[in-house]
């Protein structure tokens, strides 16, 4: 026991001394320490970066009849190392202020309708990445966090989590139903109960090893095992080639693609904070209010997401970038702050990119749905559910989940900014502490966001 507590405390020493240069470049263990801890949110990062890029890969090839075999692992093979090598070179070395840049999971179910509408990619993604700067540049991430209350990133917390293990549950079932429904069963009780066991001892932060060992071995009892056939290999690097010969749309760069691919464009920068917000929540409830230093800094972190969504788009990928989500949220469990974990991502990222078979054993679905299920998404349940406090701030984030369940994280997102800045629901020792401007501000931030995505929809 005493043992536990001495090393929860030297993890809290770190992270409220935790300094390194903001615009210099910092060397891993003299500027900023890394420990066995950090490895967690590393492997976690890579595994959840790999299942979300497969999935854009997927819905793109689905949606533009693409059928070269090699598609997806490729693609999740040149999206995994350029997010590394600038995780490596930003997160690590130059600014360990900011968050890698991983992947916008919510912009998925979206695809098909991009796709069905002839919006094309490359022009998406330089768009986002242009828009993201410009944000960025003005420092308006930071002025959206302002309007942000408890109850707002509470639900949004609480949006994320539940969206998120709806989505592993469904996808593990189809997967189960196909093998033998008992697998599903199994894993789901073994889950539960390593879960359990590990937040009674304290070891919280072990959930991600441990399911991803759960969903290796029960389907091996099965006589179930990964599928490996991508080999050692480099990532094709050629952006004509990519464009032309893989996904055979061409480069793109007319008037009318520009335009179809707007509205989705300010959508995706639109769900940026709620990312950040989500996140940022997670650091502060779990670090302390004297580790300030080693929350991230939302500007910086979607300036190096807007720069990699241009590079990544460029040389033929198809995801868009966000917060590394998969990354931070382990991060905040273990109580790490950046730059160790992020140099220890970015090699893990490389080295599954240029071995390529790592690839299709960190694809294996129950691994998968396992790890991002009790690893990432029961976790953001729990916090989001201990961030709300009075009767007021649950009632707000229950309107905002329902809003964001039935319609749109992003609207569900406004609903809670509205209600809670214009004391809409309250109690007796409530009040709203945003200036006029402030107040002013959430209201167009509201009509931007609702009426980009009313564009996005019926474009």
Known sequence: MNKRKNRNDILTEELISYNPKKNGCNIPTKDYTVRIEDIIPALSGTIGKIALVAAFAIAWAKGFGISNEAFVTENVRLELIVGSIITIIFSAILNPYAAPPGTLAPLIPLIPLMSSLGVHPLVLGILIGVLGLFIARFKFFDKIMELNGVAARGGIILLFGIMGIMSSVDSLSKWTSAKNNSIFIVLIMLGVIAYLALNKMNLKWLMIPVAAAIGILIPAFYGIYP??????????????????????????????????????????????????IAIKTIQESNYGPKAEKSIFHMNSTFALASIRNIIGCFLGGSQTAAVWRS????????????????FLLGISGIIFSLLGFPIDIAIFPPLIWLVLLFGVYIPLVEIGLNTLKTSAQKQIAAISLLTGLAINPVIGWVAAIVIENFNIIKEDDMKTELSSKNIKITVVVAIIATLTYLISINI
Do not use: C, H, Q, Y
Not at 330 to 337: E, G, H, M, T
């Open 227 to 276: 599928e490996v056939k991508a080999v050692p290999a480099f990532p094709i690097l050629n952006p004509k080639v990519w464009w032309f010969d893989i996904w055979g749309l061409g480069f793109g760069f007319t008037v009318i693609n520009f335009i179809k691919a707007f509205p989705f464009a300010l959508l995706a920068v639109v769900m940026w904070p709620t990312d950040g």
């Open 327 to 342: 990354f931070m949220i382990p991060l905040s469990i273990v109580r790490r702050p950046i730059g160790g974990s992020a």
